[in-house]
């Protein structure tokens, strides 16, 4: 069967539409483009089968081609059921890939398509969230034997894998990509600081500036959402429970206090701790008429919703990813893309130009990985800052600028502890 026959996607009538899309950040991710160039003459996953799982997009969608155009069989599927765009999935089937994925599937459809994905029986894996490889360790352990090893994107994945490795129930190695230099100092903290507004605003159309935006969590997707919330006028209040960081909050300019006391004075909420029920019904309860919450953690649980609508009276949707809660005393709170990542549910994702050395280290650390699994052993492992470095020095060059570099004496005089 070609990619035709095989894939499980909504309409291929979208199909143009979505090769506009792919075209369009291809045409803006230079990185990405050099290691397509490198992989289409070194074929470094020739007769190789890999399974995507990520937030499909046309950014991902490309990432896809430039593995598929280092000789492998791809098959990719999404990872987050409001995040798949059905053009584009029409697109890459169009260009080769087998898609399994639909925007907007049943709980049940939507393991089905991972389920399927992995049912290729790939020898590498991309995951985003750690779902890919959940389900071959927990329901499908007889595809396991065939996964040399893989890479994983998110904060979220790579807590459950080392969770994993912890046990000694990880079963192949695993880079973490999201521990990476050029994933969290730009991608996390640029990407999702813009794309996180991009997508509220565009969903809710109300003005920031003046408004309280409280950001619960101040990682690294936390400073770069606090930072643009800064920068579109709003008054900050960041929620922590690591002391350091919230320290660090403090001198960055922003208010810091307990959640329970914050829930008092937001308009805006936004999570990204990549915990479970860090607004809840104690929050509810002293929340404004008006409050609106949104999430851009990797999954639905950082924002309780049975709690939200165990308190409500009613329920119904007012705009395309807004639902609109109004508990008995009259006030009313309004939860963006149902508590998922408002960036990619109700927006485009991260900037081509971010995710351009996002997924450079994806398509590096693949090939790591593949090149390295028999010596790397069943554990998680960060990206070789060769790697992470390279990526840097093809940015730069993609930017038309450089840096320097030390001399011989400059070298010695740093290594010597005797010639100071």
């Known amino acids: 069967m070609n990619a035709v026959e095989r894939s499980i996607v909504t309409d291929m009538k979208l199909a143009p539409e979505g090769h506009l899309k792919i075209d369009w950040v291809q045409a803006h991710m230079p990185v ?19 399974a995507i799982s990520l937030h499909l997009e046309a950014k991902t969608a490309y990432l896809a081609k430039v ?27 169009e260009d080769g890939v087998t898609v399994f994925a639909k925007y907007n599937p049943s709980p049940e459809e939507y393991k089905e398509l991972l389920i399927k994905a992995l049912e290729t029986k790939p020898d590498l894996i991309i995951d985003d969230g750690g779902d890919l490889v959940s389900i071959l360790h927990s329901e499908r352990r007889d595809l396991l034997a065939q ?35 050029c994933k969290y100092l730009f991608d996390n903290r640029y990407g999702t600081g813009q794309s996180v507004w991009d997508g509220i605003n565009r969903t809710t159309n109300l003005v920031v500036a003046g408004k309280t935006v409280v950001v619960v969590g101040y990682g690294w997707c936390g400073k770069g959402v606090a930072m643009r ?12 429970i690591d002391a350091i960081k919230a320290v660090e909050a403090y001198m960055d300019g922003f ?39 949104s999430n851009a953690g990797h999954f639905d649980v950082e924002v309780n919703k049975p709690e939200l609508e165990a308190m409500s009276v009613s329920k119904r949707t007012v705009r395309r990813n807004i639902e609109e809660y109004q508990l008995a005393d009259g006030r009313k709170f309004y939860l ?32 790591y990985v593949n090149d390295q699994y028999e010596s790397i052993g069943k554990k998680v492992v960060n990206v070789p800052y060769e790697l992470d470095e390279q990526v840097a020095r093809y940015k730069l060059e993609s930017l038309g600028t450089g840096i320097d570099s030390l001399s011989e004496e400059q070298r010695s005089y740093l290594d010597s502890w005797t010639e100071h």
């Open 336 to 367: 963006l893309a149902e508590g998922r990542l408002v960036n990619l549910a109700a927006g485009d994702g991260h900037p081509a130009e971010i995710m351009d050395m996002t997924f450079a280290l994806q398509a590096m650390s693949l090939k």
């Open 67 to 93: 593995v598929q155009a280092g000789g492998a069989e791809v098959t990719i599927t999404g990872s987050n059921p409001l995040s798949t765009q059905d053009d584009v999935c029409a697109a890459l089937v």
């Open 229 to 240: 919330a800064k920068g579109l006028g709003a008054n900050v209040i960041v929620t922590e």
């Open 255 to 293: 208010a810091v206090m307990p959640m329970s006391e914050a829930a008092k004075h937001g308009d805006f909420f936004v999570t990204v701790t990549g915990n479970r029920d860090v607004i809840r019904g104690e929050h509810y309860k002293v929340m404004k008429d008006g409050a609106i919450l």
């Open 147 to 181: 996964v040399r090893g893989g890479a994983e994107e998110t904060t979220t994945g790579i807590l459950r894998l080392k969770a994993m490795e912890k046990e000694n129930q990880l079963q192949f190695p695993m880079v973490a990509v999201n521990d990476a230099f």
């Open 32 to 50: 990405l483009n050099r290691i397509r160039e490198q992989f289409e003459k070194e074929q470094p996953f020739k007769g190789l089968k890999v």
